[in-house]
């Protein structure tokens, strides 16, 4: 199995504003992968958000939001997980796709996955790339150009994909509307799906309920929002999973989360087609305050491991490709 992770010190919150604290150190960020890594020449993903806006200048470089300089930690065999964000409020998906051909030349050679969009189904945050218009559009048309540019340009390695959160009731035809609009070009272009998802962060799950908890929105997300929409064959990396301390929500919890959601996902592993997972984050924004949104790290923001990193550590070393 695939693992990677976050390691920037932003995080968005659920009103559409940013959790934030004191500024990445390089140094110690490149410490702390090569530890969760370990041998170098295990693949392991960088996770990487950048976004197009309104505000955004094609026809030069892209930084990253967050982490900056993202391509700085794909050494020793790492790659980046790169996300470009869509957020025009002017629905520009033109200007999206252009943005999109121009990651591929700078991120392309690092990159090994390219998720097109961040959680396009969730519609009331404007962190989240749901809230802006023709976002379908900006998936389907977004995947073909990524896989277009990147064939040109030979980089057989790099997978293109979107992700969503969990989906039930009538939003589990989410995925099947986008399969509709793209057709068969969409469907072929697909290299993977992603999956957000949080469980007892924001809906409180007892721990001996757990992983057949985990196991059954697994099980749920393939069969009745993949398959349906013609994506059964593809698979699903967890591309955001995390859980955060603070008060009443002790380390050792997270520790404890943290091991039962993967071995959940590595033992299923094979039935589901679960290729990867990709956890959310490195380290806290922000240790001194008490949201939720500011100690979701396997760190506090000083890079001081809580008990989860070294749980970390020994799942990626037991379960890892």
């Known amino acids: 199995m695939l693992f990677g992770i976050y390691p920037g010190g932003i995080c968005g919150d659920d009103a559409g504003g940013l959790a934030v604290g004191p500024p990445d150190d390089p140094a110690r960020i490149s410490t702390a992968l090569d530890l969760l890594q ?132 009538p939003a589990t035809s989410f995925v099947a509307d986008l399969t509709h609009r793209g057709g068969e070009g969409f469907i072929a272009d697909l ?38 929409a013609g994506l059964g064959h593809l698979p699903l990396h967890i591309t955001e999973h995390g859980w955060p301390t603070g008060p009443h929500r002790p380390p050792y919890r997270q520790a404890d989360i943290v091991e039962t959601v993967v071995q959940v996902i590595a033992a299923q592993s094979k039935q589901l087609n679960l290729s990867g997972y990709t956890h959310f984050s490195l380290r806290d ?3 001194a305050k008490p949201g939720l949104f500011h100690r979701f790290g396997l760190t506090t923001d000083d890079y001081t491991p809580k008990p989860a990193f070294d749980s970390m550590k020994t799942l990626i070393e037991r379960f890892s490709a």
């Open 38 to 169: 370990g041998r170098p020449d295990r693949p392991f993903l960088v996770r990487a958000y950048t976004r197009f806006d309104d505000a955004t200048r094609l026809g030069e470089p892209h930084t990253t939001a967050t982490p900056a300089d993202a391509d700085r930690y794909a050494t020793r065999g790492r790659s980046l997980d790169l996300v470009a964000q869509y957020q025009s409020a002017a629905g520009d998906v033109d200007g999206y796709c252009d943005f999109l051909r121009e990651l591929v030349e700078q991120y392309g050679a690092v990159t090994s996955t390219l998720q097109v969009t961040e959680e396009p189904n969730f519609t009331s945050n404007p962190t989240l790339d749901g809230y802006y218009p023709a976002v379908h559009e900006a998936v389907v048309r977004g995947v073909s150009v990524v896989k277009e540019r990147a064939r040109e340009l030979g980089y057989t390695h790099l997978r293109a994909g979107f992700n969503t959160t969990p989906l039930f009731g």
């Open 191 to 228: 290299d993977y799906v992603g999956l957000d998802f949080f469980p007892d962060v924001f809906q409180p799950v007892a721990m001996p309920d757990l992983a057949l908890a985990v196991e059954g929105l697994l099980r749920h997300h393939r069969d009745a929002v993949l398959t349906p």
């Open 285 to 287: 924004a922000d240790s």
